[in-house]
């Protein structure tokens, strides 16, 4: 018989299962739930974790830290401020425009970074640069609205994706979230995803094995921002405002790579829970010393260092190292 | 010769900048030839170096340049025991955890700086600061601000400083052997932890001494540190990760080239395209003009 | 001989002014069992990563089942079936045994749960079958061998070149070790393996090359390269060629395990 420490990972049909039954929920949650303030509680968790699942199918699964992911998500939500504001676009249509252009992005600048083997720092690097450099063009730029930003303009309805109340658009990033758990779920379970944690853990066995390192980096960066720019464009369609800041700015970069890492790196529901117990932390701030300014971040930062200090497996690699030693302390 | 006249004062200024600016680079080079990690945390504690002269001027009235022996001692402890502390207990081994923490780190410095200087910029007055100094090279004149120079001036000797004491003293000799050779530093009986800890504490503290002469004729706010860290990158890479002479070259000549490239294309375009020339780097020559492959 | 199913025609690769492999010319029968050896730093390793595509020759040609594949990526070489392991051992820590493997199989099988079937059978066949879900990371270094070995297995090789894979091994796990990768040869894959276990090279191989300092030196029956006056010396060793040919004289005498 085995004696593995480590238990088998949860066939496909089970962690299905478990995403079924947390959407089910969370959307009956959702119909429940009544006041303003916690619909948008709820809304802005599910937006920080899909920020985070985004981060995490480029960090967390591929093994490239990107510390400049705000790149994609501006993309995503200037083209969608863009697309209605000058293209006259429906808001429905414009969202996978800029899912499209935010992977583009992706597609780009990892081509660039994984072509000449940038790695490690070096690609963290890179991508902050990238990030630096768009932001500073859409400050610069008119069609960006510059440092003022871009409006999109009221019209209620849902086929103008401006639901009346956070309810609405809390199930709408319920959605989008749920697509990215399906996708995660996806990786675990597919010859991409194994290629790809493969190339994470051991590119030149993954290299004799008969894989493609660039390829299935490029696609992981495609996802990746994908995801970001959805994000991006919901933001918009949320808040009916954007500019260089939120859109390409080091809190947004930030905000989607500590609710990943915290949660767990590689893991399906690790971003999820990483970014919920981060909004919860956040939340609880605000109440006890109220909107100071920059006191989110340096909760962030703290966590992040604390995590790494401690818990470098994140919260989900708590809760395995802990079933390990009961299971240590039971045998 | 009318170009030059009209570029002099550029050129002039971005040598100035540019000094303060391999300053800087060369703590950056130093702790990643040592540790061979990319501090990401260096912005933001300069930044941290900056509101720290910021306030000695305004609380205590002491001159920037009188600060230095407070700034320097106090900026390397701080690296020591970040270092020693933080970064070292947190790698468990992995590069990829001392690129979290020092990330965590610069967020934590950067908000905190947030939280209790607000996000005003805030500048100093000096009896000096506004004393300006002709350059006559014969063929091209300029004025320069008197900070600038004694920036100019300071920095290169801080600079110089530091590369003998990497060069000639004992330290620098345990230096260079860890930066080469860890394992083989510590059977020769080097303490490594310790080395990785004054190298780091050394590296903040150029920062300190930046700190002192940068603030007289810049300014500070919370988000000073993002600009300076790239562009600090920048001069790193292009001078060859671990480089010394590569790192202070490089700052002059990023320095130059940033200035140049404001007044020809304006202020934003300008820092474009240092970072697109950071891009550029990375990409087609990561050892830089000088360095070994890194 | 048969046709051989690789062939290496003056091949020389440099790094800066070390010359590690010289104008090295053979060719692997195929459905042969073979070995290289030399003293360390004969340049073996380099052979493997310029046969492989890891490394890209300076001059020569690389021809592998009729095709040239000179300087071609290690990943196409992979999917002509043409595997390698590594010398140290690289696994993806992090995932299991099974998982480890299934990188391999999903070579030829696209889908997840084939290729980790697929990849079961592998670990049966090289003596995993009790650690499939066990971390690659916990693995003793003889698991961690025949892990390796189970990976490139899994891609189903026409040639499998193997890199040391007695190395570290105790003298038991060599003995449970030579089996497998005789099985191996027996089912119709071409092996050529990188050996310093003169027990293996002499149990297993039907042809030995000897590479000392780049240079192929000798070529030929293990009796006949282990007598050779030139093999003896690259080796340094007085009495070496003698001390050989007592060991297998013993290793024939015991018969063989398989």
């Keep these: 018989m085995t004696d593995g420490t480590r238990t088998r990972m949860p066939a496909l049909h089970k962690e299905l299962l478990r995403i079924a039954i947390f959407a089910v929920g969370v959307a009956l949650l959702l119909n429940v739930l009544d006041s303003g303030v916690a619909l948008n509680f709820v809304m802005m968790a599910l937006y920080a974790a899909l920020l985070a699942q985004a981060w995490n199918i480029l960090g967390g699964y591929g093994g490239q830290f990107s510390f400049g992911h705000a790149l994609f998500f501006g993309t995503g939500a200037y083209v969608q401020a863009i697309a209605q504001i000058d293209g006259g676009l429906n808001p429905w249509l414009a969202m996978p425009l800029g899912v499209l252009a935010s992977a583009g992005v992706g597609v780009f600048v990892g081509a660039l970074s994984f072509r000449y083997g940038l790695k490690g720092s070096y690609f963290a690097l890179v991508t902050l640069a990238f990030a630096e450099v768009f932001r500073i063009v859409a400050l610069s730029v008119p069609f960006t609205g510059a440092g003022v930003g871009l409006m999109v303009p009221l019209r209620e309805g849902f086929g103008n994706m401006q639901f009346g109340s956070r309810r609405g658009f809390a199930l709408m990033v319920l959605g989008l979230v749920v697509l990215a758990l399906l996708v995660t779920c996806w990786l675990r379970h597919s010859r991409f995803g194994a290629y790809l944690q493969a190339v994470r853990d051991n590119e030149d066995a993954a290299r004799a094995a008969g894989v493609n390192p660039f390829r299935i980096k490029l696609g992981a960066i495609a996802l990746s921002g994908g995801f970001m720019g959805a994000g991006g464009a919901f933001y918009v369609q949320a808040f009916q405002y954007i500019d260089p800041g939120i859109a390409y700015g080091a809190h947004t970069s930030v905000e989607a790579l500590v609710g990943a890492i915290v949660g767990g790196m590689g893991t399906l529901w690790g971003p999820l829970i990483g970014a919920l117990a981060l909004h919860v932390l956040a939340d609880l701030t605000r109440n006890l010393f109220g909107q100071l300014p920059g006191i989110n971040m340096v909760i962030y930062g703290v966590v992040l260092v604390l995590m790494i200090l401690f818990a470098p497996r994140g919260l989900g690699g708590l809760g395995r190292s802990v079933r390990e030693l009961w299971k240590g302390r039971t045998k | ?142 004025m320069i601000a008197l900070p600038k120079l004694v920036a100019f001036g300071g920095a290169l000797v801080a600079s110089v400083v530091l590369i003998l004491i990497v060069g000639r003293t004992d330290l620098g000799r345990a230096i260079r052997a860890v930066a080469k050779e860890k394992h083989g530093a510590k059977l020769m009986g080097i303490d490594v932890e310790h080395v990785y800890a004054m190298s780091f504490g050394i590296g903040l503290a150029c920062l300190g001494a930046a700190a002192c002469f940068l603030l007289p004729a810049y300014y500070v706010n919370p988000q000073v540190g993002n600009g300076f860290v790239l562009v600090a990158f920048t001069i790193v890479v292009l001078g060859g990760m671990g480089s010394f002479s590569g790192a202070l070259l490089g700052g002059l000549l990023i320095g130059v080239v940033e200035s140049l490239g404001g007044l020809l294309l304006g202020e934003s375009l300008g820092q474009i395209g240092i970072f697109l020339l950071f891009i550029a780097v990375l990409l087609f020559r990561p050892q830089g003009l000088f360095g070994a492959k890194a | 001989m048969s046709a051989a199913l690789m062939t290496l025609t003056g091949v020389s690769r440099s790094f800066g002014g070390l010359k590690a492999v010289q104008d090295v010319s053979l060719a692997v029968p195929q459905g042969s069992l073979t070995a290289l050896i030399g003293p360390n730093g004969a340049g073996k390793t380099t052979l493997f990563a310029l046969m492989s595509g890891f490394l890209i020759p300076d001059s020569g040609r690389i021809e592998f089942d009729g095709q040239d594949i000179t300087g071609r990526a290690p990943d196409l070489n992979a999917r002509q079936g043409l595997a390698r392991t590594f010398q140290i051992v690289q696994p993806f820590a992090a995932q299991t045994v099974r998982e480890n493997i299934a990188v391999g199989a999903h070579l030829h099988e696209p889908r997840r749960v084939a290729a980790l079937a697929a990849a079961e059978a592998v670990a049966q066949r090289v003596g995993l079958a009790a650690q499939l879900d066990k971390p690659a990371a916990d693995l003793t270094v003889a698991g961690r061998k025949r892990l390796e070995l189970a990976r490139a297995l899994a891609t189903q090789p026409k040639l499998l070149l193997l890199d040391e894979v007695l190395a570290g091994l105790n003298p038991q796990e060599i003995g449970d070790m030579i089996p497998v990768v005789r099985g191996i040869a027996q089912s119709g894959v071409t092996v050529l393996m990188i050996e310093h276990v003169m027990q293996a090279v002499m149990n297993l191989a039907e042809h030995v090359w000897v590479l000392a300092q780049g240079q192929l030196i000798a070529q030929g029956s293990p009796a006949e390269v282990t007598s050779d006056a030139a093999v003896i010396e690259a080796y340094l060793g007085h009495g070496t060629a003698a001390k050989l040919r007592r060991q297998a004289a013993a290793a024939a005498a015991a018969g063989d395990v398989a």
């Design chain 2, 1 to 142: 010769m009318t170009d030059l006249f009209i570029l002099f004062p550029s050129i002039l200024n971005g040598l100035t900048t540019g000094a303060v600016y391999a300053l800087i680079a060369l703590g950056l080079t130093l702790i990643y030839g040592v540790l061979h990690i990319i501090n990401f945390a260096h912005g933001a504690a300069l930044m941290l170096a900056l509101y720290g002269v910021y306030w000695l001027k305004e609380a205590a009235g002491i001159d920037p340049y009188l600060a230095l022996p407070i700034m320097v001692p106090a900026m390397f402890m701080l690296g020591y025991g970040l270092q020693r502390g933080v970064i070292n207990r947190a790698s468990h081994g992995k590069d990829e955890n001392i690129l979290l923490v020092t990330l965590g780190l610069s967020i934590v410095m950067e908000n905190l700086a947030l939280l209790f200087f607000k996000s005003d910029t805030r500048t100093i007055e000096t009896a000096y600061t506004l004393t300006t100094v002709p350059i006559d090279i014969g063929f091209a004149q300029a």
